[in-house]
């Protein structure tokens, strides 16, 4: 199979209406690049229509729904390219969006991974909450990015435009090395989704890669188009974000930085139950249960001698956001 340069790669779960609305423009602004669509079994007429009205994107069908994670890892094994780009079907492209992209690539070949700028669709001066302009962990794993701390969301007045190294792109817009991919041993399926590009990203800078976010793209995104807050997301991110401590996290400290962890999911639950949101609680408490029955599996999954990246910029968002006042990515303090 010929190897291309870079190739599109879509996840589609019951997205026909997303389809509808965003795959034109994605053909138009595909840049020569192929595009691919991996369907999770979806159970409405998604490949049904994509094959009557876009036939120039190659469908790879999936038995059943294996999450953001599994989809990916399973589909991918199919494409040939150099760079993967991973797109959400809620995403809106822009011209010019992928060549700076390559270009830096080709530039830096220690950078595995990056993302463009993501905007907020509905509001297009706003950074979008998932990714912005690029993210970064607390000493909690609490994820944050510029232009989006907690759910404050900085307008875009070109003040990150400069390409910068940061900890996570956004699996809303994920480019990555095939090559790198294959031997990190692409996304844990044990998340399913949520955080798996976070996990990947912090595997790929234990390996000596690089992650950036570049200005010079920008993308809109629908946000919450192809999974809408709900308890289950709350319980994915929860959960996931313990996983992701427990594998990438050094032995040191471990266990202390895990129950302080804990106790902040706690003072979460108890703010979502003050508030009425009951079952957001009860997605915490289901989190905590999950993480115990899988702690030994993560576990496995722990390299023997994990070398002591600085995963985090600042130590707490928490503090920062909610008893500091800060709401502003620059005026964070490391």
């Excluded at 190897?3 to 138009?28: C, P, R, S, T, W």
């Excluded at 996990?199 to 570049?214: M, P, Q, S, T």
């Amino acid at each position: 199979m010929k190897m291309d340069k870079a190739a599109i790669v879509l996840l589609n779960y019951n997205g026909e209406a997303l389809l509808k609305k965003f795959l034109a423009q994605l053909i138009a602004h595909s840049e020569g690049h192929p595009i691919y669509l991996i369907d999770n079994g979806s159970t409405d007429a998604s490949l049904t229509w994509l094959e009557a009205h876009h036939s120039e994107v190659k469908p790879i069908a999936l038995s059943r729904n294996l999450g953001y994670a599994g989809g990916y890892n399973e589909g991918l094994k199919q494409i040939e390219a150099e760079i993967y780009i991973l797109l959400n079907t809620d995403v809106w492209v822009t011209q010019n969006w992928i060549a700076p992209m390559l270009e830096h690539f080709e530039q830096h070949p220690k950078t595995a991974i990056a993302q463009p700028h993501i905007l907020d669709y509905s509001r297009q001066t706003y950074f979008e909450y998932a990714g912005a302009a690029g993210g970064y962990l607390d000493q909690f794993g609490f994820p944050y990015c510029r232009g989006r701390l907690m759910n404050t969301l900085e307008e875009d007045k070109g003040q990150y435009d400069q390409e910068t190294a940061v900890f996570w792109a956004s699996g809303a817009c994920f480019f990555v090395r095939k090559a790198v991919f294959e031997s990190l041993g692409g996304f844990d399926p044990d998340f399913f989704a949520h955080q798996e590009e976070i996990d990947l990203c912090w595997r790929a800078h234990r390996n000596g890669y690089e992650v950036f976010a570049l200005g010079a793209s920008k993308v809109y995104h629908l946000g919450g188009g192809t999974l809408k807050l709900s308890a289950q997301k709350v319980f994915l991110n929860h959960r996931n974000s313990l996983f992701m401590l427990l594998k990438n996290l050094p032995s040191e400290g471990l266990a202390v930085l895990l129950f302080k962890r804990l106790l902040l999911d706690g003072l979460a639950g108890i703010n979502y139950f003050i508030r009425g949101k009951w079952s957001y609680t009860l997605a915490i408490v289901r989190a905590h249960i999950a993480f115990y029955k899988k702690r030994s599996a993560f576990q496995n999954k722990r390299h023997e001698f994990i070398p002591k990246h600085p995963y985090f910029k600042h130590k707490s968002i928490i503090k920062a956001y909610f008893f500091k006042g800060i709401r502003n990515f620059n005026q964070l303090n490391p």
